[in-house]
């Protein structure tokens, strides 16, 4: 993985991680996260559809945040390792 920047769709973006943070059970909010970062690093399963979550944008996109995918990755990552879940949502 590089680190180019990857082009987000800012409304969908802010709405899979208000969902994955409304989490309660840490099982479940790791697996969204792993999910999530499974999105940003292949790009091709973000497809709006029956598998996509419609979070990669494209360059014509109006509403977009541009953000270094492995920043983004690195910050998931630390999340998947945390011990607790305190420590995981903060």
Excluded: H, W
């Excluded at 920047?5 to 800012?10: G, S």
């Excluded at 099982?27 to 292949?42: D, M, P």
């Excluded at 497809?47 to 541009?66: H, K, R, T």
């Amino acid at each position: 993985m590089s680190n180019d920047p990857a082009l987000f769709k800012k409304e969908r973006l802010i709405a899979i991680l208000k969902e994955i943070a409304a989490e309660g059970d840490i099982f479940i909010f790791k697996n969204k996260v792993s999910e999530l970062k499974t999105s940003i690093i292949a790009p091709d399963s973000n497809q709006d559809g029956e598998n996509g979550n419609g979070l990669i944008a494209s360059c014509e996109s109006s509403d977009i945040l541009n953000y270094r995918r492995d920043l983004l990755v690195a910050e998931l990552d630390q999340i998947l390792e945390a011990q607790t879940f305190e420590r995981a949502k903060y």
